[in-house]
């Protein structure tokens, strides 16, 4: 007699979430990291804006949460963009490229945020050099600990 574990109910999250990735990779190659990226900080800001609406409700709220989801998910395919045009010639440079790779994106994903927060809508992150300092200083830090984490989990696959 065989007993077979019973099968698990995926959720309908879980089903978008396979439905919008299988439908990633059916686009070409340069087109997926653009995607990719507008989904990410869409969902990321998203998450962010939920709580400006809870906190602050209201016709203006709304709509500086939805014009601010416009502005990430344009954020978020530029930072796609950039890395379809920096990857190819860098990935030449072996560990040097993958780690400017790595921080010219998450500078272009902090700053495609950032700024256009500053000009758009007046908020008030990057009103001294020290805080675009801080704010170079991070998006760097950040950079550098995705960059690692990526070289470990290659090196995990590999001997795994």
């Known amino acids: 007699m065989t007993i077979y574990p019973p099968q698990q109910e995926t959720s309908w999250l879980q089903q978008r979430i396979v439905q919008f990735l299988v439908w990633v990779r059916t686009l070409p190659r340069w087109a997926r990291p653009p995607i990719i990226g507008a989904v990410l900080l869409f969902f990321l800001t998203a998450v962010r804006g939920v709580f400006l609406v809870v906190f602050h409700p209201g016709v203006r709220a709304l709509l500086v949460f939805l014009v601010a ?3 990430a998910s344009a954020a978020g ?3 796609g963009l ?3 045009l920096i990857r190819m ?3 030449r440079l072996g560990v040097v490229g993958d780690l400017f790779t790595g921080i010219t994106l998450s500078c272009v994903f902090l700053f495609g945020i950032l700024v256009p927060a500053k000009y758009w809508f007046g908020d008030d992150t990057l009103q001294s ?3 675009w300092v801080v704010a ?3 998006a760097i830090s950040v950079g550098v600990v995705v960059t690692v984490a ?3 989990n290659v090196r995990r ?3 795994g």
Do not use: T
Request: charge should be positive; glycine fraction near 0%; charged fraction near 20%.
């Open 69 to 71: 989801l416009a502005v």
């Open 150 to 152: 990526y070289w470990v």
């Open 77 to 79: 395919a530029f930072a």
């Open 129 to 131: 050099h020290e805080d």
């Open 89 to 91: 010639p860098l990935k």
């Open 136 to 138: 170079s200083v991070v």
């Open 82 to 84: 950039v890395f379809v």
């Open 157 to 159: 696959l590999k001997k």
